[in-house]
């Protein structure tokens, strides 16, 4: 084996960006971006450290089945045949006894997910989910509501956006490379980043103007924006004329939320918010309110992002040079992938977690995930009694973690397929070790913007450990529970050269540049006749019909936070640029070596008053969780709030990098495992007490 150069797609976070990969022999020797997509060879930390993972020993080499009770950590290592052979058999059973639905699956989300989505129809049953329910929900349903397109559906212009408006993602710092350039790039072209936060960040500091906001008033300041672009004439009225309903509505709801009520909410002077509104009126349409992203903030939350929506909608930035382009496949150039999925029957069961029946307003696409503790431990609507997670880690992720436990103890099978030992999977009954993306090749995926394509994940080198591709695990259990048929190939290059029929190209193509592009020009829809938003009405709705005939209001007053008691903060959380918001990457040899431990973030101020000293290691309690963490004194946070990275504090002993260090957010967010009104979870409710350890 020579040195070469291969194309493929990184998995070390969810942002899925294009890369290169330079192999020596069967070793990788460096990864870049990929420089046809990304216009350059950069990459985030993280991206860059994915050659850590693969000669990593601290992750599950062979199959593993539990020896001991769940979590004791006691394993027996075992065949493909044996691992499959006892995991088809339980669900065989489960199956007999309590019908196909009681099985469910969830996994990381994102574009690669047909194996796992055929699979579980494939049984029979209705219940997949994914990691996004718990935290990206909110903006998902909202931005349906309003303009019938998914949190994804649009891409982002920032190259040609005059104006970007940031309520709290951090583009800068917990990052997503190609996003990241694009702002940067934003910003040399003269763009304007206005940042809106409780704490400054990186983005703050590369921001134009940055908004030290009061936790929990964000709905306020964007319902006083809204105010002052109806009240001075600032939007598109020929954009809200022609692809709008509700505006009449919109205009009555928002009169009494004045700048003036906005400044005693969010402690944002009224003046700054009368020019950002005029600011942003005078750059339509190539403005940006950033939809969101890790958005699970506060009850109300899908009523800031439906406020953010409508903001988008009334500067008509909908299909605007700078604005917000409408996705479009490969099936609007006439060349769609052919589908495992579409090729296997609709379950018709309803679904456990009650999207589209206990709320109805809720799009089942990513379900639930908090929702599944409740059903474990109250067997309503039925019973659930199989989990396979795929690459997903729950117990690292979902709020209150010991709860979650204590309901997967009423599961007869736990499944977790995985490149890491996750906390899931060290409670699991069985691990089925997944290859890492550098050893393997992955189904075509489409990529969806203004010039459609194909992307290919390509393995760059071969297995260092007995674990297998995604594609084979699947096909070999859907083989042992007598649904083989829905997986018509035997080989990833079969199923590829499968996925393109019709399409005129082949795996080789892919050889060039990693992707495919299907047309030289952007497609851009006339904004006069030709804009699609798949609402009841075709037009963005800022009064909903789906919600209204739900019984969920298309408005909400706006209501005070939470009143935080003497000696509480609330407590908020993100990513760095070398952690993943799970817990992929703490572990990771080479992000380890630079952050291997979190720390807490409070206002000077407030250190004085408690006698916390930089460094002091202090505990954290709510509602008698404890967590212990060093502190990081600082004036850049808002008084009321106390700031820690996520992902660290972790359990499973084997992944000794990052075993214990740092504190858990999720074990102090308890009783979080809730359905906000948008289907998040409102993981910032969460209030703690900060004091120096003894
Ligand atoms: S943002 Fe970084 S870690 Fe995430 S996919 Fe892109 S390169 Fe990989």
Redesign the pocket.
């Known amino acids: 084996m020579g040195s070469k150069r291969v194309y493929s797609i ?8 294009p ?1 290169v990969v330079d192999v020596n022999g069967n070793e990788v020797e460096h990864i870049w ?1 990929n420089p046809h997509l990304l216009g350059g060879y950069h ?5 860059a450290a ?1 050659k850590a993972l693969l000669n990593d020993t601290e992750r599950p080499q062979t199959p593993l089945i539990r020896d001991g009770e769940r979590g004791s950590g006691k394993w027996k290592s075992v065949s493909w045949d044996e691992a499959l052979d006892y995991v088809a058999e339980k669900l065989k059973k489960i199956i007999d006894t309590y019908g196909a639905k009681s099985v469910v699956l969830s996994d990381r989300g994102g574009a690669i997910t047909e194996f796992e989505k055929t699979f579980i129809a494939a049984i029979g049953s209705p219940n997949y989910f994914n990691h996004h329910a718990a935290c990206s929900n909110s903006i998902h349903n909202a931005h349906l509501s309003v303009a019938g397109l998914a949190r994804n559906g649009v891409t982002y212009d920032y190259k040609n956006c005059k104006y970007l408006v940031s309520f709290g993602r951090n583009l800068l710092e917990s ?4 996003e990241a350039k694009n702002v940067i790039d934003m910003i040399d072209n003269g763009g304007k980043l206005i940042q809106i936060d409780v704490r400054w960040n990186y983005t703050a500091a590369k921001a134009d103007r940055f908004f030290l906001i009061n936790p929990g008033t964000d709905y306020a300041l964007a319902l006083a924006l809204i105010h002052v672009i109806i009240k001075d004439s600032l939007y598109d009225s020929d954009f809200v004329k022609r692809w709008t309903v509700g505006f009449e509505e919109l205009s009555n709801f928002v009169k009494p939320y004045t700048p003036e009520f906005a400044e005693k909410e969010t402690g944002i002077p009224a003046a700054e918010i009368v020019k950002l509104a005029h600011d942003v009126g005078n750059a339509k349409p190539s403005v940006i309110f950033h939809l969101g992203w890790m958005t699970a903030w506060y009850s109300n939350d899908f009523y800031l992002r439906r406020a953010i929506c409508s903001l988008n909608a009334l500067l008509g930035v909908y299909e605007a040079k700078g604005g917000l382009i409408i996705n479009k496949g490969p099936a609007a150039v006439g060349k769609p992938l052919k589908s495992l999925l579409a090729q296997v029957p609709k379950p018709k069961d309803p679904r456990f977690d009650g999207c589209g029946t206990k709320y109805p307003h809720l799009s089942g696409q990513w379900g639930l995930a908090q929702e599944l503790a409740h059903v474990l431990l109250t067997d309503d609507p039925y019973p659930v009694r199989a989990y396979i997670v795929f690459r997903h880690d729950p117990l690292a992720s979902l709020p209150d973690p010991d709860f979650f436990r204590s309901a997967f103890k009423k599961l007869d099978l736990l499944v977790s397929i995985d490149v890491n030992y996750s906390e899931t999977g060290w409670f699991s009954d069985v691990i089925l070790p997944e290859d890492t993306y550098l050893e393997r090749t992955d189904h075509v995926i489409a990529r969806n913007g203004p010039k459609p394509g194909y992307i290919l994940r390509q393995a760059a080198v071969q297995r260092r450990f007995d674990t297998r591709p995604r594609w084979w695990i699947f096909k070999e259990l859907a083989n042992r529970l007598g649904v083989g048929q829905y997986f018509p190939y035997n080989s990833i290059e079969e199923l590829i050269a499968w996925q393109l029929e019709g399409t005129g190209y082949k795996l080789e193509d892919f050889n060039e540049k990693g992707y495919i592009e299907l047309v030289d020009k952007p497609i851009m829809w006339d904004r006069t006749d030709g804009l699609k938003f798949k609402t009841p009405s075709g037009k963005i709705e800022f009064i909903s019909k789906k919600l209204e005939d739900a019984g969920v209001p298309s408005f909400i007053p706006y209501e005070k936070p939470i009143e935080l008691k003497p000696g509480r903060f609330r407590l908020v959380t993100s990513k760095c640029a070398l952690h ?1 918001q799970g817990r992929t990457t703490s572990n990771n040899r080479l992000l380890n070596e630079y952050v291997s431990e979190n720390h807490l973030y409070i206002h000077e101020d407030k250190a004085v008053e408690l006698g916390i000293k930089e460094g002091d290691l202090l505990e954290v309690e709510n509602e008698g969780e404890k967590q212990y963490i060093k502190a990081k004194l600082t004036k850049y946070i808002h008084p009321d709030v106390v700031f820690m990275l996520h992902g660290f504090g972790d359990d499973v002993p084997l992944r000794t990098r990052s075993f214990g260090k740092g504190a858990s957010d999720i074990r102090l967010q308890k009783g979080l495992a809730k359905v906000a009104i948008g289907g998040n979870c409102p993981y910032t409710e969460c209030t703690v007490s900060v004091k120096k350890a003894n």
Not at 175 to 178: D, E, H, I, N
């Open positions: 990184c998995a070390m976070c969810t942002g899925r960006c890369i971006g990459l985030c930390p993280r991206g994915g990052l997503v490379t190609g993943t």
